[in-house]
């Protein structure tokens, strides 16, 4: 897949992915810093997100490995997506 097509794919996402509001994950903000403070304290938004939906991560940051959520990498999503 070429950068262009890649782009189009994250297009038309946009309109079936929606934010989330602070008020759904704040909840879990002291577990989720718990669990990724020690790699990046700053990603804690996601993590929590992923905490309250319980959905996987699509990222190449490692500093969510390890932290009781599955992550996708790009590669994979592209498997999934494609094949």
């Not at 929606?18 to 994950?25: M, Q, S």
């Not at 990724?36 to 969510?64: G, K, N, Q, V």
Request: net charge negative.
């Amino acid at each position: 897949m070429n950068n262009e097509s890649a782009m189009a794919v994250l297009d038309a996402l946009e309109s079936i992915v929606r934010p989330l509001e602070l008020d759904v994950y704040a909840g879990v903000q002291t577990q989720a810093l718990q669990r990724i403070s020690i790699r990046d304290a700053d990603d804690w938004p996601i993590l929590a997100c992923a905490m309250t939906i319980a959905c996987p991560i699509w990222t190449e940051d490692a500093d969510f490995f390890g932290t009781g959520i599955a992550t996708w990498t790009t590669d994979r999503v592209e498997l999934y997506l494609v094949g």
